[in-house]
């Protein structure tokens, strides 16, 4: 239990922080803002709202930490998990930054000890859980103190429409008005359309800056395979790969199974669930980030609270619920930028399950999201188009262009011309007054016999067995691409109905040419993908890592805390032998500099010395 306030003696000196662009530099070591950071940042130095919707690994911390530390006063963030909340001030303080948080973990002293610092303005930044934000009494002690700003990490979670919402985050919205003065940023990586409209409403921002950037994760490849033999499959990828990995499940006892039956194999791995005590949770985590174990075995509990960048590839044995925690858990992987990849293990069995546990779950209109929120997740699984294509539409990023980087890319579908298919899919919802779900269209265009359509008179209409040649799951494939390709909108927010868009009429009219999968209803392996030789030195990259664990087991922090693995990488490129030289490397700052820049640079020193 921690039991008192730690500081650094690495604190930015004020003449520094003089702009977002000299914190940019001189505290976190990099020479650009990303595609609209510096909008963000400059809005709410300047005292505005905003909504920052950016993938992991994009650099949403930034858009508040550095207004924290351009700002006057301590700027207070909303995090929902206490490993994150550690994590997060973990590396604030080996940048040098007078970050802390306030949870459960710490006594009474503690807790007494960081309250009295941020009276005294000696923090940045001030990580808190919902429930506190909310105490009556700590707000009474916010109002004593000077505060910069409010940050909402996770915002997706105030949201009704959201995959993750939580009770505790709706009242988050009370912010804003109880300081109306101050400027609160809302952050998320996953947010549909609707969910991103409510957070807006719920939060109450005054006047936001909507920042949404792309959700394309480039450096990781998606892939989707039959399960047929889970464990084998497992077995075969895990052993392809390089580096750290996670496994999600979705129970204990296959968490525990599967864990159980790699140990016994020789992997370095540990399981991670619900049912574990908070000690022996607490000590994976550690183990996970110290680079101590290769592989965790989790439940979906796992990960929201890991800033482990290096995470190399993401599996999941079992499909998720919905398009955003798919989203959310596989961009674990990749953080650093570097190539990663996720797999994803599918058949209809699971999804059959998964669909009943949503039924017998909540009631009402929550039971209906969920299961909407799934039907998209299955669509993802069943695509045979571009995957990364099928992601982006469902978060209104449409893209016509390819990746090349997923499996149906690698190892694309037969294509045929889907003119006249695509019409009678059209015309039949159409028909149907644009009100209809995907079964009953696909139970129309089958021509079924079924009551409900003859007491709606629909058996009566021209596109009423139009498709009987064809299986249901066919035309569930059918209607899958063809919202993938933005013909069809779901709307989940009217029992799923499917509606036209613009974009439909010219196929209507027969005037733009349809492509369209062969539908392969059973998946087969892929071969692992080539991975594209790195231009840089490995041999050094190697020596670099090993410099780094023994700084990290120096210092009691993850190896990551010192220098990311892209850091390392930007090192084993560039060859910097001076300290000017090494502070053009991505992620270099001048804290780091001080404290490790020395050791890095006489081991690349030595290493151009030995080799010329």
């Known amino acids: 239990m921690t039991t008192a306030l730690a500081t650094t003696e690495f604190s930015p000196e004020p003449d520094n922080i003089v702009s977002p662009e000299n914190v940019l530099k001189n505290v976190f070591g990099y020479g650009e803002f990303r595609d609209g950071q510096g909008e963000v940042i400059h809005h709410v130095c300047n005292g505005g709202d905003a909504l920052v919707l950016l993938p992991t690994g994009g650099g949403k911390s930034l858009c508040y930490q550095i207004p924290a530390l351009v700002r006057d006063g301590t700027a207070i963030v909303v995090s929902p998990l206490i490993s994150l909340m550690q994590d997060q001030v973990e590396q604030l303080k080996a940048l040098g930054v007078k970050a802390d948080y306030l949870n459960s973990t710490l006594d009474a002293e503690a807790q007494a000890n960081i309250n009295d610092a941020l009276i005294a303005g000696k923090l940045d930044l001030l990580y808190v859980s919902p429930e506190r934000l909310m105490q009556y009494s700590f707000q009474q002690l916010l109002n004593r103190a000077e505060i910069a700003l409010f940050a909402i990490d996770e915002a997706h979670c105030v949201s009704h429409w959201g995959h993750d919402f939580r009770q505790d985050y709706r009242a ?346 062969v539908p392969r209803l059973e998946f087969k392996p892929d071969k692992k993908a080539k991975q594209a030789n790195a231009n840089y030195d490995r041999t050094l990259f190697t020596r670099l890592k090993h410099l780094r664990k023994v700084l990290a087991e120096e210092n009691e922090v993850p190896p990551y805390v010192v220098f990311s693995d892209a850091t390392l990488v930007d090192m084993a490129c560039k060859l910097p032998v001076t300290r000017n030289t090494l502070l053009e490397v991505s992620g270099v700052g001048q804290t780091k500099l001080e404290r490790y820049g020395d050791a890095f640079i006489k081991l690349i020193d030595d290493y151009i010395s030995r080799n010329d």
């Open 172 to 517: 988050l919205g009370k912010i804003k008005s109880r300081f109306s003065h101050i400027p609160v940023i809302g952050l998320t990586a996953t947010a549909d359309t609707a969910t991103q409209a409510d957070i807006l409403n719920q939060l109450t921002l005054h006047e936001p800056l909507v920042y949404k950037g792309s959700f394309d994760r480039p450096n990781i490849r998606y892939r989707v395979m039959s399960k047929y033999k889970a464990f084998d499959q497992v077995v075969s990828y895990v052993k392809q790969q390089e580096g750290s990995g996670i496994i999600y499940c979705n129970s204990r006892a296959k968490v525990d199974d599967l864990r159980d039956k790699l140990f016994r194999l020789g992997f370095r791995c540990a399981a991670y669930h619900a049912g574990m005590d908070s000690d022996e949770r607490e000590l994976v985590q550690r183990q996970f980030l110290n680079d101590k174990i290769d592989i965790v075995v989790a439940t979906v509990a796992f990960g929201m609270g890991i800033n482990k960048s290096n995470v190399r590839y993401v599996v999941h044995h079992d499909v998720p619920r919905s398009v955003e925690s798919y989203y959310q858990e596989t961009g674990r992987a990749g953080r650093d930028g570097l190539e990663s990849e996720a797999l994803l293990l599918f058949d209809e069995k699971d999804a059959a399950r998964v669909r009943q546990w949503i039924e017998q779950g909540e009631s009402g209109d929550r039971n209906h999201i969920e299961l909407q929120k799934f039907a998209a997740m299955e669509a993802f699984s069943e695509a045979q188009t571009c995957r990364r294509q099928v992601l982006l539409n469902y978060f209104s990023q449409f893209s016509d262009s390819a990746c090349g980087n997923c499996d149906i890319c690698l190892d694309p579908p037969k294509m045929v011309d889907g003119l006249v298919i695509a019409q009678k899919a059209l015309s039949c919802i159409l028909r149907l007054s644009q009100q209809a779900s995907s079964q009953y269209v696909i139970d129309v265009l089958r021509g079924k016999q079924l009551r409900r359509l003859q007491e709606a008179g629909h058996h009566q209409l021209s596109t009423y067995g139009i498709g009987k040649d064809k299986s249901d799951s066919y035309w569930h494939n059918i209607l899958n691409q063809l919202v993938h390709k933005g013909l069809i909108r779901v709307d989940i927010t009217a029992h799923a109905s499917l509606r036209l868009t613009e974009a439909s009429r010219p196929v209507l009219k027969g005037e733009v040419p349809v492509q369209l999968a």
